[in-house]
């Protein structure tokens, strides 16, 4: 993400999409993603198109935030209309930067704009050090359903490395907290194979989500994102990159830990405790719904249409106090593309794909070795086996 966006061809000044993406639209669900591009501070490992007060500049504010995105969404409301909203994610960043209030607003303007199902989930990401209970109540009275708390490790060593701000103990009690605002639904992200975390380190991190009573968990192996201060510290030589057998370690004892508490896998690196419990925005983005993305650099995807937008703050506020769209580029999915991207998210979920879909010689090998659950492949469906999430991009690579 902290790469210059690609062109593709460019979006029209009142972003208006061909009739033929738009017929359909919402038919497999409807998601919207909201991005709050603002961090108190960036933590070292990060690269999400996000800004601390001493990055972003001039032309841009916090306080003027929510408008903007809110005249974004009057623009796509011209552009085309789902019927209803399943999902809203506010994503970041840190959403919770922003006025509990200003986030109510901006999901009452998609209400306003579309409709929110009855049922809709709605989520934002928190970091644990930006919310207290009554920015957590404000919330839940906003009618946010769903709140997902950056924790990454229960070990201070390993919380400085990846400079977070927050103690070892914030998450889990931001975690309580939510749930007694009455946040039914709580998740926990961790990031494990950080140089110097233990296996004790991870097991630790592991006891405290489940003895926080949350009813979902993320587990990413840490990634060295290019043009991070990690990624530099690592090129001095001050810190070990992350170990690909270490990653495997820690994945087999997330596993492991978090079944033994009651958790069930749902894709490579997300568990819950229930089917009520998985994350529907993302199984949206994962089955080829079509979605919305407000903010800068947003991505969107509409029938087979995928654009994104500008990707400074400064820039996507200037194009829309201008009334123009702020989509920078787009590009139209072929068959052909659309099916390379359906095998690569599938792959990972637990439901798996139809045999059918995939090259039967690839999968054929996997299952050969040891990487394909056999009576699923026996009933023409692909689902990986423990061992095939660990190797989930390989098990891609040979059956795409
Ligand atoms: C947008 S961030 C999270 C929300 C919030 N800003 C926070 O940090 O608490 C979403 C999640 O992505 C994960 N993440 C971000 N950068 C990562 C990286 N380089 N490697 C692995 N996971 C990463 C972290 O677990 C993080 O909680
Ligand atoms: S991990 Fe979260 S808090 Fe840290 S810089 Fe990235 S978005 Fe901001």
């Known amino acids: 993400m902290a790469g210059a966006l690609p062109d593709g061809e460019p979006v029209p000044a009142d972003g208006s999409l061909p009739s033929s993406a738009t017929r359909h639209v919402g038919k497999n669900g409807f998601a919207v993603y909201v991005h709050v591009p603002f961090c108190a501070s960036r933590c070292g490992y990060c690269d999400f198109n996000t800004y601390t007060a ?23 409301q011209k552009t085309i209309n789902p019927g209803k909203v399943d999902t809203v994610f506010v ?33 934002t990401e928190a970091n644990p050090e930006s919310v207290d209970p009554h920015y957590l109540r404000t919330l839940r009275r906003h009618g946010f359903t769903r709140i997902s708390l950056g924790m990454q490790s229960a070990a201070p060593a390993v919380l400085r490395i990846l400079d977070r701000k927050h103690t070892a103990g914030r998450a889990p009690q931001a975690a309580v907290e939510a749930r007694e605002a009455g946040f039914e639904h709580v998740n926990l992200d961790l990031i494990y194979g950080t140089p110097g975390e233990t296996a004790d380190d991870f097991a630790s991190s592991l006891r405290t989500v489940v003895d926080a009573g949350v009813d979902h968990v993320s587990a990413y192996a840490l990634i060295v994102e290019d043009g991070t201060r990690m990624a530099a510290r690592m090129r001095r030589g001050e810190l070990p990159y992350p170990s690909d057998d270490v990653a495997a370690d820690r994945y087999l004892a997330a596993e492991a ?12 690196s997300n568990w819950a405790t229930s089917e009520q419990a998985r994350c529907r925005h993302n199984l949206l983005y994962w089955t080829g719904a079509d979605w919305w993305g407000l903010g800068p650099g947003a991505h969107s ?60 010689l690839g999968a054929k090998q996997a299952l050969a070795n040891g990487l394909l659950e056999p009576a699923a492949y026996e009933s023409g469906q692909l689902v990986l086996t423990l061992r095939g999430r660990l190797l989930a991009d390989a098990v891609i690579r040979d059956v795409v």
């Open 257 to 268: 830990a978090l079944s033994a508490a009651g958790f069930s896998w749902y894709e490579v």
């Open 54 to 76: 001493g990055e972003l500049g001039t032309g841009v504010s916090r306080e003027e935030y929510a408008d903007t995105v809110l005249a974004e969404l009057r623009l796509a």
């Open 301 to 360: 995807h509409v029938g087979g249409v995928r654009w994104w937008n500008v990707k400074h703050p400064a820039a996507y506020a200037k194009r829309l106090a201008a009334g123009v769209s702020p989509g920078h580029g787009r590009e139209l999915l072929g068959d052909a593309d659309r099916h390379v991207e359906d095998v690569m998210l599938r792959v990972r979920l637990r439901e798996g794909i139809a045999l059918d879909r995939v090259d039967p």
């Open 91 to 123: 994503g970041g960043g840190t959403p919770t930067l922003l006025a509990a209030d200003d986030l109510g607003r901006i999901l009452d303007g998609i209400d306003a704009a579309w409709g929110l199902a009855p049922d809709a989930e709605i989520t």
